[in-house]
């Protein structure tokens, strides 16, 4: 039999509705960093591992939830003090991990543009058109996605190529081109010469990602806020029906 009538009970009932919104928030979070994380993952030479650590971070917030809503949901039911005071104690500790964990994702967004360009012009040396290694590989596709040539522009390939020579990357193979095709910086490749460097497009590319896990983060963060006060007036109503003393 419920010892909680009125308001109090219908808490109860919305902390299990709760509950159940909390569960399906998890599962988001999973998919969201997961999502993410495979975006980067294509890209690890040129991202630093801050860029990996805050998805692995809401995939583990989104497990840790989905483990503590079965304290949320059987304490509400069982009007438990016990299970209700420690769901929302790891509740508020939820809260404050995904708050930050959001504000994070909104920091790396910031910091994209200047992480990136540091990581891309370390590795223009790396590219090395005999030897196909993964950077060599991985400069060719960002520059093709993105149609773009260089760190800023073209002529950061100088360092890599200075007899005017650029990754064919760099330039738009005509349509029906046949034999051999040559990309340089100079006027002779000036028509399909890409015009723009890559930081700017693969940068707001992986920050725009970087956003979308701080606003996953934030907003589940302010739904869980109400989790917890209705977790602690719940437990503040069985505590004193029951005339539990203390903590427990």
Not at 11 to 20: A, C, D, H
Not at 74 to 81: H, M, Q
Not at 111 to 136: C, G, R, V
């Amino acid at each position: 039999m419920s010892i909680l009538t009125g308001s109090a009970n219908a808490v109860k009932y919305t902390l299990f509705g709760f509950n159940l919104i909390f569960l399906i928030t998890g599962i988001i979070l999973i998919a969201v960093g997961a999502g993410v994380g495979a975006v980067y993952t294509g890209y690890e030479l040129f991202l630093a591992g801050k860029f990996f650590s805050i998805p692995t971070f809401l995939i583990v917030i989104g497990a840790f939830i989905i483990v503590i809503t079965f304290f949320g949901c059987w304490g509400a039911l069982k009007e438990n003090y016990c299970l209700v005071l420690s769901f929302s104690i790891m509740l508020a500790i939820i809260f404050i991990l995904e708050l930050s964990a959001g504000i994070s994702g909104y920091v790396l967004r910031n910091d994209a543009s200047s992480l990136i360009k540091t990581s891309l012009t370390e590795s223009l040396k790396d590219y090395n058109t005999f030897t196909q290694s993964p950077t060599t590989a991985l400069w060719d596709d960002v520059q093709h996605d993105f149609n773009c040539c260089g760190v800023s522009d073209y002529k950061d390939w100088a360092v890599t190529y200075p007899n005017a020579s650029l990754p064919i990357s760099c330039c738009t193979i005509p349509v029906g081109a046949a034999g051999t095709f040559s990309c340089f910086n100079n006027f002779t490749s000036e028509g399909v010469r890409h015009t723009y460097g890559c930081l700017d497009g693969f940068s707001n590319y992986i920050a725009s990602h970087a956003v979308s896990l701080g606003a996953a983060g934030v907003v589940i963060a302010v739904l869980q806020f109400f989790g917890v006060i209705f977790a602690c007036y719940i437990a503040r109503e069985i505590k004193i029906r029951n005339g539990i003393t203390g903590f427990i």
